[in-house]
T-cell receptor, first 116, second 115 residues
Framework: AQKVTQAQTEISVVEKEDVTLDCVYETRDTTYYLFWYKQPPSGELVFLIRRNSFDEQNEISGRYSWNFQKSTSSFNFTITASQVVDSAVYFCALSEASQGAQKLVFGQGTRLTINP | NAGVTQTPKFQVLKTGQSMTLQCAQDMNHEYMSWYRQDPGMGLRLIHYSVGAGITDQGEVPNGYNVSRSTTEDFPLRLLSAAPSQTSVYFC??????????????FGPGTRLTVL
């Protein structure tokens, strides 16, 4: 069965610190997709990244970077030089090709607070 | 493009009342779905549809009905609301092909309270 675990319920750091959000997943499929979403205090869900299981290249987008490691079933998210605007709940999600690649299973979320 | 729209944004119901949460998208996406978000549990899939006339159950379908008569609309019906259905509901749509394949676009959410 597919499962996503975000063990960090809450993280609090001071502005400009780097912070890594952990995501560990379980799946039996060889073809699957991993996602990160941001939910700011306003409540909407903002898509950050999609990665398929055949693409293990790390990705960097500005201050955001993602580390995908199939060997440890992890898809961690790092924010460099954090800013107050990064304060939000972050969700990692998984979908499996065999179950319908659009059916997302979400982790519990990590609440990130960036203090000025 | 308006993207995915949901109405209402807030709703308070009494136990036993019925209502329909509306969801519409203007991106011509084939796939639409409903999730509920409860504290500490992330989002869970309620129902989904791969096209007009086709719907199926997700992880937590009990107490909810859906239909898909057009590509654009995917309403979620609560026939007899229960306090356990107090939650934030998100509608999402995604393309099944093309450059946006599998990128889920979420609506702004509906916050429902059942008393």
């Amino acid at each position: 069965a597919q499962k996503v675990t975000q063990a960090q319920t809450e993280i609090s750091v001071v502005e400009k610190e780097d912070v890594t959000l952990d995501c560990v997943y379980e799946t039996r499929d060889t073809t699957y997709y991993l996602f990160w979403y941001k939910q700011p205090p306003s409540g909407e869900l903002v898509f950050l990244i999609r990665r398929n299981s055949f693409d293990e290249q790390n990705e960097i987008s500005g201050r955001y970077s993602w580390n995908f490691q199939k060997s440890t079933s992890s898809f961690n998210f790092t924010i460099t030089a954090s800013q107050v605007v990064d304060s939000a709940v972050y969700f990692c999600a998984l979908s499996e090709a065999s179950q319908g690649a659009q059916k997302l299973v979400f982790g519990q979320g990590t609440r990130l607070t960036i203090n000025p | 493009n308006a993207g995915v729209t949901q109405t209402p944004k807030f709703q308070v119901l009494k136990t036993g009342q019925s209502m329909t949460l509306q969801c519409a998208q203007d991106m011509n996406h084939e796939y639409m779905s409903w999730y509920r978000q409860d504290p500490g549990m992330g989002l869970r899939l309620i129902h989904y549809s791969v096209g007009a006339g086709i719907t199926d159950q997700g992880e937590v379908p009990n107490g909810y009905n859906v239909s898909r008569s057009t590509t654009e609309d995917f309403p979620l019906r609560l026939l007899s609301a229960a306090p356990s259905q107090t939650s934030v509901y998100f509608c999402a749509s995604t393309a099944l092909s093309g450059s946006s394949y599998n990128e889920q676009f979420f609506g702004p959410g509906t916050r429902l309270t059942v008393l």
